[in-house]
């Protein structure tokens, strides 16, 4: 969503006026977040409701869902809370009213005159609408420092917890606040604790059954067991503290007045350059610290009737930047001023206590110190400064590892409207979720350089943005709050899928590195060194290392020769250029495809090997159970042959050696003992026993010959072209970017025109041979491939694409084709060239293509009948889909004639006892002559009638086009219900043969198995696994496009 000059009174709280002296004294740093969600302890669902306190006015209690006031306390113009606002609502079992349902309860720390501090505690009677009734009561309770933060979170509902400005925390009962268990802030060294200059306290309950990850597991098994009973909390702290950066360097001089000293030794005076360089290392900048402290009022200690209040610091961690947040899975994010945005992950070490008293109540003082915290990187990125300013940003930390990021957009005007930019990044991706933009109101800050701004988080599903001025003036001097709210545009939770798509979004937010942006180090990022796969050979390893450097070769190579086309270069240029990276990219294929050879020809070789094997094994089957063995007489008679062959020192197995007549000293051939009489056995059966044998015998020596044959006319496979080289290449083949994205395609007419400033070339060969691969999509590059095209007005690629790239949206194909109807001429209907696969690219722009040419690759193009529906009815008029039509009805009366002219002389044939054959008009043919399918037409004449039926229905002149349609649907449809009528009468006898087959194949199993038995049998099942793998050996590799955050 974007709220840019839009109406933004929607998303506006509350807005008060702010003066002179309610400003902060501090205006390098935000105030405290002046708001807080109302709690309800019995009614969790009701967080709708804020409490606001405004300095110098007083408390206001609103309505989120309509951001109506619902009650407010007018304080003064003294108020200046030092703490957001807390408030709870506790229910009344009796009332004097039966209007009030509830008591609220509303806390905040003010500073007093002398420097210490104060709590005010408001209760009033609460209506079930959240206004109040009655005057309301005021408590005071006085402490010995103001506070900096107040929380008193739904699941403790009895007592407060609040940090004091000197980093202390402090649990107390709501009822009584004297009765507080506090935890001192102090550091390891003796000299005193500094001062932070701003506290954020988070409250996070726990128990054994939902506790955050980052807590070992020894203490988690300490933990109350359910929610339910546990009042356990994780309160974290972040501190922030200034402090002076280090402004003495090895070889520089100790402060600003020895920079620009005169020197005794001769040495060259500083340049004003570095003496601003070192202003800046002595500027005051930000530390910030990390405490995870343990508290519950609840704590059972044995021995003792009451429980306890404890509270125990679990671990403190130091951290350099200028901005961190925590979230409650415990998800680190940090902001540095030079726009660095860091993700970490909090860790704390396992505890050595045995009990859950004993963590916060020690037996022994000389116990071991609390177990130390730790961040563990996850992701950095660098934001960039001229969509982000880091150093006025707010940071806020909400659900899971997201993050919102409120910061002044730079403007190069300074008299534009300021604006601030809301993104909502996924900080363990580094990636952008979604993103809005916000108009400053002019009463608010009339530039960027007087804006300020804070946020909190009041709810889960609620944000809250506070801007205000600066220094307030005369026309600036209002506080604005907005509500943000966070449903929508943020998953539930951090998954990789939700971020899929958002690289276009991220880009526009982070910082551009012509170094490691080109094109040829995103290709190095996205194929890693390491992408070897598993089970090489040490030379397939060496040749695919081999093909990776070429790959980036070439990439580099590309990079500078086509450097004309991004430049945008003269025609000749840009004409050379791509002459140039067209003959390096031939050098680069025929390199590539001897190395692919050199790894696959062995392959090729033991695969053909196996294959003879496995096929002779099959004849070798067939011989000993084939399908005549069932008849016993000829088995008898086999048997008795073989017999007499070992008999005569033959050999009974087939053999081709001894099928060529080569015997051995001691051997006889089965020849010999063939052809001479055998007893018992008929000469009929000897002759049959002589031609089978020797006729599979030189079935096998062919197998085997073939298998030995010259590899050289085997066609050579193409090698392998990973997506990211892919993506490469087309990214240095069209460097320009495309317009804002639209449905209007920008077309390059040819002839050019002699006015035009623009030239769009690209390597057409490159881009032809990858479409015939098969390896692009539509969002290879960002904009569509098909835009690319359409704008260098390269209508052959155009053609190619919508044969092979099957994810082309309608909108776009749409476009293309009314292009092609526009600028239609009359042609005659013969001879026209059809066939896609014969066009040459030429130079560019190409002449358009005729509707005759360009409408058989259009019909290849798969659609949704409604999306494409829509888009002809948006993007075609009814006159330009006539030309559509008509030749569409011209291919369909091709095919019906076709049709009737075979059938003609199928009838005359029939009469002289001939068989008769039919034409199958969704058959695909080949020729030049031959249109497209009738499967192929009809669909596109469909949702064409269905797009503007009755518009062509007013046009006298398309009536008897519309008839012919209607006589060619009508044929079609009663052939289909002819054919269908005949499903049931022939399912019959489909069945009966299919059930034949089965029983066949069953018995012979049957035979093989007891013929051969159980080890015969797992032989034959180890063979059909051996056989199964080397047909899934034989299917191309994946490529896999990995997915580089």
Not at 244 to 266: H, M, N, Q, W, Y
Request: with cysteine; proline share 8%.
């Amino acid at each position: 969503m974007s709220l840019v000059n839009s109406t933004i009174d929607e998303y506006v709280l509350a807005s008060f006026p702010v003066s002179s002296s309610s400003s902060p004294p501090s205006q390098s740093l935000p105030p405290p977040p002046p708001v807080s969600a109302v709690q309800y302890p019995s009614a969790p669902r009701q967080d709708r409701r804020l409490c606001v306190a405004t300095p110098g006015v007083g408390l206001s209690v609103y309505d989120l869902a309509d951001q109506t006031p619902l009650s407010s306390i007018t304080v003064g113009p003294s108020f200046a809370p030092t703490t957001a606002a807390v408030a709870r609502s506790v229910p009344l079992t009796s009332s004097e009213s039966i209007r009030v349902q509830s008591t609220r309860q509303t806390w905040v720390g003010v500073r007093t005159d002398e420097g210490k501090g104060e709590i005010w505690c408001w209760q009033e009677e609460e209506r079930k609408d959240g206004s109040s009734e009655g005057e309301a009561g005021k408590a005071v309770w006085p402490i010995s420092e103001p506070l900096a933060a107040l929380a008193v979170p739904r699941t403790l509902p009895s007592h407060l917890v609040f940090l004091s400005s000197s980093g202390s925390l402090a649990l107390a009962p709501s009822s009584d606040l004297t009765s507080l268990v506090s935890l001192p802030y102090a550091t390891e060294s003796s000299e005193p604790a500094p001062a932070p200059t701003s506290q954020t306290l988070r409250l996070i309950p726990v128990s054994a059954a939902s506790a955050p990850s980052f807590l070992p597991a020894s203490l988690i098994a300490l933990l109350p067991p359910t929610a339910s009973k546990s009042r356990a909390h994780l309160a974290i702290i972040v501190r922030t503290f200034a402090r002076a950066a280090s402004t003495t360097a090895p070889d520089s001089p100790a402060s600003l007045v020895e920079i620009g000293k005169k020197k005794f030794r001769k040495t060259a005076r500083p340049s004003s350059a570095a003496v601003i360089d070192a202003v800046d290392e002595v500027a005051t900048r930000q530390t910030n610290e990390i405490e995870v402290v343990l508290l519950d009022p609840e704590v059972a200690v044995e021995d003792e009737m009451e429980p306890r209040h404890g509270v125990v610091s679990l671990g403190r961690l130091e951290v350099e930047a200028d901005k961190v947040v925590v979230s409650d899975d415990g998800f680190v994010t940090t902001l540095g001023l030079d726009g660095t945005l860091s993700s970490f992950r909090l860790a704390l070490a396992s505890s050595a206590y045995e009990t859950y008293s004993a963590v916060f109540f020690p037996s022994a003082p000389t116990e071991p110190a609390s177990p130390s915290l730790s961040l563990s990187p996850i992701k950095s990125v660098f934001l960039s400064t001229r969509a982000l300013a880091p150093a006025c940003a707010s940071l806020l930390a909400l659900h899971s590892s997201f993050v919102l990021l409120a910061s002044p957009r730079p403007a190069s005007d300074s008299s534009s409207t300021p604006v601030v930019s809301l993104t909502y990044w996924d900080s363990r991706f580094g990636a952008v979720v979604a993103s809005s933009d916000l108009t400053v109101p002019s009463a608010v800050a009339s530039s960027i350089s007087s804006l300020s701004l804070s946020t909190c988080l009041p709810t889960r599903h609620t944000a809250l943005l506070t801007l205000f001025p600066s220094v307030p003036t005369t026309t600036a001097s209002r506080l604005a709050i907005f509500c943000l709210p966070l449903s929508p545009p943020l998953p539930s939770s951090s998954v990789l899928a939700a971020i899929v798509g958002r690289q276009r979004l991220t880009g526009r937010y982070l910082a551009f590195n012509a170094d490691e942006d080109s094109v040829s180090a995103k290709a190095k990022r996205a194929e890693p060194m390491t992408s070897l796969r598993a089970g090489q050979s040490t030379g397939e390893k060496q040749r695919t290392e081999e093909s990776r450097k070429a790959r980036e070769a070439l990439l580099e190579e590309f990079e500078a020769l086509l450097a004309p086309l991004k430049e945008g270069g003269k025609v000749e240029e840009q004409a050379k250029a791509v002459e140039m990276a067209e003959e390096k990219w031939d050098m680069f294929l025929e390199e590539e495809r001897k190395r692919t050879w050199e790894v696959e020809r062995p392959k090729l070789a033991k695969r053909r090997k196996e294959e003879a094997e496995r096929k002779v094994e099959e004849l070798k089957d067939g011989w000993r159970i084939g399908a005549d063995n069932k008849d016993g007489r000829w088995r008898w008679a086999k048997s008795a042959v073989e017999k007499a062959i070992l008999e005569g020192g033959g050999s009974a197995e087939l053999d081709d050696e001894e099928a060529e007549g080569e015997e051995g000293p001691d051997q006889v051939s089965w020849k010999t003992v063939a052809e001479s009489e055998i007893n018992g056995v008929d000469e009929a059966d000897r002759l049959r026993y002589f031609e089978e044998r020797s006729k599979i015998e030189e079935e096998i020596k062919g197998v085997r010959e073939e298998a030995k044959g010259s590899l050289d006319a085997v066609e050579r496979p193409e090698p392998a072209l990973p997506s990211a080289f892919v993506t490469a290449l087309f990214r240095l083949s069209f460097p320009v970017a495309l317009d804002a994205p639209s449905t209007e395609l920008s077309l390059s007419s040819a002839p050019a025109p002699a006015t035009t400033t623009s030239t769009w070339r690209h390597p057409t060969k490159i881009v032809a041979y990858l479409f015939e691969r098969g390896l692009v999509g539509e969002n290879q590059i960002e904009g569509g491939v098909a835009r690319y095209l359409a704008r260098a007005g390269d209508w052959p690629n155009i053609q190619l694409a919508l044969v092979h790239l099957p994810d082309i949206p309608e909108t776009t194909t749409i476009s293309l084709l009314r292009s092609v109807v526009r600028a239609q001429q009359p042609i005659a209907s013969t001879g026209d060239n059809m066939e896609i696969d014969t066009i040459v690219p030429s130079a560019l722009p190409a002449p358009v293509p005729s509707l005759r040419a360009f409408l058989p690759a259009f019909l290849k193009q798969p659609f949704t009948p409604s999306v494409l529906r829509q888009a002809l009815q948006k993007q075609l008029s009814a006159v330009e889909a006539l030309p559509v039509l008509e030749l569409c009805d011209e291919w369909l009366t091709w095919w019906l004639k076709d049709e009737h002219k075979d059938g003609e002389k199928d009838e005359r044939k029939v009469k002289k006892g001939k068989k008769m054959t039919l034409v199958d008009p969704f058959r695909p043919r080949k020729g030049q002559d031959v249109p497209p399918t009738v499967d192929e037409i009809v669909p596109l004449v469909q949702s064409l009638l269905d797009a503007h039926f009755v518009t062509l229905l007013l046009q006298r002149q398309s009536h008897k086009l519309l008839r012919r349609l209607s006589s060619h649907v009508s044929t079609h449809t009663a052939l289909l219900t002819d054919l269908s009528s005949l499903l049931g009468a022939l399912s019959v006898y489909s069945r009966k043969q299919d059930e034949l087959r089965q029983a066949q194949a069953a018995e012979v199993e049957k035979r093989a198995g007891a013929a051969g038995g159980d080890v015969k049998k797992f032989g034959e099942t180890m063979e059909r696994r051996i056989k199964a793998q080397e047909k899934h050996a034989q299917v191309g590799e994946y490529q896999v496009e990995e997915f580089y955050l």
